[in-house]
């Protein structure tokens, strides 16, 4: 297991040292200029670019950012004055984190409960229901299904807050709208893998032995059909505790999701680079937690 680790961890550090380079340079690959204004004269974006070195070569900016990198300084907004990236990523972050993981939560305990009960009630009224509505509303964006929502319950209704004030109440819609996508998709990955587990002989065993269905379907079977839920919840969180726009954008959630794309739009380089690395170094940890976590949940899995 220590042995496992440590080559993990190792190839985690390998995979955001990539992520850095990779992203550094196919930024600075892109046409333009953070600096591009009709009302800003040669001279002046001359300088601005002097002052936050991008009149270095390529290769020397590269060096001096991951130099910084290195020490905690993810660099300062070209496009907010006086704002660092660090400082950005602490206050927008908060946001997107606390929706993202109501919505993971939310996916999963509607989620996994609801594949677990299509599988057992194989070829029943149930199972063809649960199929018919997932197969139906995975194809549904979460932006139009968050628009729905805004409309019925904050237009017509008006049973919701239409402004952001970050109240309890705030999160309810968007909550709904980021997990709906992810509640579909596990409740069909749970009844895919928990119908082959329940065709196998140690399952058909434990009922000869008289077992209750209980303690065989949720203990044993559930249980070892975990596997592919895992797999895709780990860089889900990392996906939604990030930020998405489109949901951020529709609820007025000020999140970082919503910010990355707009410096994106800006070239605001300092802001896309830290925001990237941040996103990408949760995804690797994420993926890291999830194979540990494959041993704990299935012993038949070796970590080697």
Not at 53 to 82: F, H
Not at 148 to 171: E, G, H, M, R
Request: proline share 5%.
């Amino acid at each position: 297991m220590l042995k496992y680790g440590i080559k993990r961890i190792f190839s985690a550090i390998l995979a955001v040292i990539i992520l850095i380079t990779a992203t550094f340079f196919l930024m600075h690959m892109v046409p333009g200029s953070p600096f591009l204004s009709e009302r800003m004269t040669d001279k002046v974006k001359a300088n601005l670019e002097k002052k936050y070195g991008l009149d270095k070569p390529l290769g020397t900016q590269y060096l001096i950012y991951v130099d910084n990198l290195l020490q905690g300084d993810m660099g300062t907004s070209l496009q907010k004055k006086g704002r660092t990236v660090t400082g950005i990523i602490e206050e927008k972050f908060p946001y997107s984190a606390k929706l993202g993981l109501f919505a993971i939560a939310l996916a999963i305990v509607v989620g996994i409960p609801l594949g677990a009960l299509a599988a057992i009630k194989h070829e029943k009224l149930i199972d063809r229901l649960v199929m018919l509505f997932t197969t139906i509303f995975i194809s549904v964006p979460g932006f139009v299904f968050g628009t729905l929502l805004l409309v019925l319950f904050c237009a017509v209704w008006k049973i919701a807050p239409a402004t952001w004030t970050d109240s309890p109440a705030n999160y309810i819609l968007p909550v709904i709208s980021l997990s709906f996508y992810p509640i579909c998709y596990i409740t069909k990955l749970t009844r895919s893998s928990m119908l082959e587990t329940l065709g196998q002989d140690y399952i058909k065993t434990a009922h000869a032995k008289g077992l209750s269905a209980f303690v065989v379907h949720f203990k044993h079977a559930l249980k070892n059909s975990a596997i592919p839920v895992i797999s895709y919840v780990g860089p889900l969180t990392a996906f939604l505790i990030t930020g998405t726009f489109a949901v951020e954008k529709l609820f007025s959630v000020p999140g970082l999701g919503r910010f990355f794309v707009d410096s994106v739009s800006n070239r605001d380089y300092p802001v896309i680079m830290g925001t990237t690395i941040f996103l990408g170094c949760i995804m690797v940890l994420m993926n890291l937690i999830v194979d540990f976590v494959y041993g704990l949940v299935d012993p038949r899995i070796k970590l080697r």
